[in-house]
């Protein structure tokens, strides 16, 4: 029986983004939980998007998550934070993943975007580590299908190692490429946010403007 597709839901078009008729169209997926969104995630955006020409960033919340759920909220909080967070942001977009593994999400948005749209999926180095070292049954075979559709954008911070060297990667190194985060945002991270709110302590340097009075206006992450 075949794998069933992929589910899309567009939350928010980018004002300014890709659209039908652009030359050499160039996108950039930006795929997590977000629990929550962080200054860190929003730099690395900006960043790319700069640094590699890109017209659009893309946002992606998996409704299903192929690694681990995060009990502290619903799809639905995290979504209403990412709105807050990306409003401001006109080659932003948002949307929503039933599946949250790259080759699903990049099948799922392909019909939304111009043909011939290159895509760049924008990661940290430790998720990185783990999808190009994942005991897949042909390895091979499974690095070819993905390097086919995109290329890598890899967050590097401050004291981080580089990705390690492997043989099966020798062939896709071009298509690996390596992005240093600002310094100010390369410690934040959403696990902080987290703790400093059932601290008590305050968050408004981590997170995107007006995202703090919408945590706690929904009184999430107290527990």
């Known amino acids: 029986m075949a794998a069933p597709?992929?589910?899309?839901?567009?939350?928010?078009?980018?004002?300014?983004?890709?659209?039908?008729?652009?030359?050499?169209?160039?996108?950039?997926?930006?795929?997590?939980?977000f629990n929550p969104v962080t200054r860190a995630h929003l730099a690395l955006a900006q960043s790319a998007l700069r640094e590699f020409s890109l017209g659009e960033i893309l946002f992606v919340l998996p409704g299903q998550l192929p690694h681990r759920a995060p009990e502290e909220t619903t799809l639905e909080e995290r979504l209403a934070l990412l709105e807050v967070a990306l409003a401001a942001h006109h080659r932003f977009s948002l949307a929503v993943c039933s599946h949250g593994l790259f080759l699903d999400i990049v099948v799922a948005l392909a019909p939304h975007y111009?043909?011939?749209?290159?895509?760049?999926?924008?990661?940290?180095?430790?998720?990185?580590e783990r999808i190009l070292g994942w005991d897949y049954a042909d390895p091979e075979k499974a690095l070819a299908e993905m390097f086919a559709r995109f290329d890598l954008i890899v967050a590097e911070r401050a004291g981080q190692p580089a990705l390690p060297p492997a043989a099966r990667l020798a062939a896709f190194r071009s298509q690996i490429h390596t992005l240093r985060l600002p310094a100010d945002v390369q410690q934040i991270s959403a696990t902080e946010v987290r703790e400093r709110l059932r601290a008590g302590q305050p968050i408004e340097e981590l997170v995107p403007p007006g995202l703090a009075d919408a945590i706690r206006a929904r009184g999430l992450y107290r527990v």
């Open 5 to 33: 597709q992929p589910d899309w839901h567009w939350v928010r078009r980018a004002p300014e983004g890709l659209r039908p008729g652009d030359l050499r169209p160039r996108l950039g997926v930006l795929g997590g939980t």
């Open 114 to 128: 111009p043909a011939g749209t290159k895509v760049f999926f924008l990661t940290g180095g430790d998720a990185a």
